[in-house]
T-cell receptor, first 116, second 114 residues
């Protein structure tokens, strides 16, 4: 089955600086890669996603890049703000196939702390 | 609130007891997923439904676990003969079958087995 590794496990960044979180996946058939943000005691929330037919996607201060050959993808947050402090999870899955594996496999999370 | 809801939010039970959790998905969503999340880990897939059909179950879902979605709307997850290792946050998520990859999570049910 799919295995997703995520690094680093903790990350502290000065407010205004950029943060980068990296994930690798094992299943070359995976074709959808979402990122979730989970604040303390709250539900995971989808913040951005990317499909395997594109290499990069951006939404305001957040961007995700995908390297299918190397099987890794990254989350980039620019101009970080205190409200960006949370745990971020990457995930991988394969959709639209006959494999029946349409579920998310999550990484272990990165605790991001923005230092004011 | 039109999001995914779960009940109860917290459950404390003694080892050996049975517990049942409920998930109400977003009304037009026909896919429903159950995940389990332990402290410091990402959510782990347990099972999912498309309408009332249970399409996949994880190996994590032992015989003590059963999930149903009888009318294709809300779902229940039952754990029989609970063990301390069952202590976790149980998360439900839903999505549209046409966009199954966009899963929206509920607030979770935190289970503590003493």
């Amino acid at each position: 089955g799919e295995n997703v590794e995520q690094h680093p496990s903790t990350l502290s960044v000065q407010e205004g600086d950029s943060a980068v979180i990296k994930c690798t996946y094992s299943d070359s058939a995976s074709n959808y890669f979402p990122w979730y943000k989970q604040e303390l005691g709250k539900r995971p929330q989808l913040i951005i996603d990317i499909r395997s037919n594109v290499g990069e996607k951006k939404d305001q201060r957040i961007a995700v890049t995908l390297n299918k050959t190397a099987k890794h993808f990254s989350l980039h947050i620019t101009e970080t703000q205190p409200e960006d402090s949370a745990v971020y999870f990457c995930a991988a899955s394969r959709w639209g196939s006959n494999f029946g594996n349409e579920k998310l496999t999550f990484g272990t999370g990165t605790r991001l702390t923005i230092i004011p | 609130d039109t999001g995914v809801s779960q009940d109860p939010r917290h459950k404390i039970t003694k080892r050996g007891q049975n517990v049942t959790f409920r998930c109400d998905p977003i009304s037009e969503h026909n896919r429903l997923y159950w995940y389990r999340q332990t402290l410091g880990q990402g959510p782990e897939f347990l099972t999912y439904f498309q309408n009332e059909a249970q399409l996949e179950k994880s190996r994590l879902l032992s015989d003590r676990f059963s999930a149903e979605r009888p009318k294709g709307s809300f779902s229940t997850l039952e754990i029989q003969r609970t063990e301390q290792g069952d202590s976790a946050m149980y998360l439900c998520a839903s999505s549209l079958v046409g966009r199954p990859y966009e899963q929206y999570f509920g607030p979770g049910t935190r289970l503590t087995v003493t």
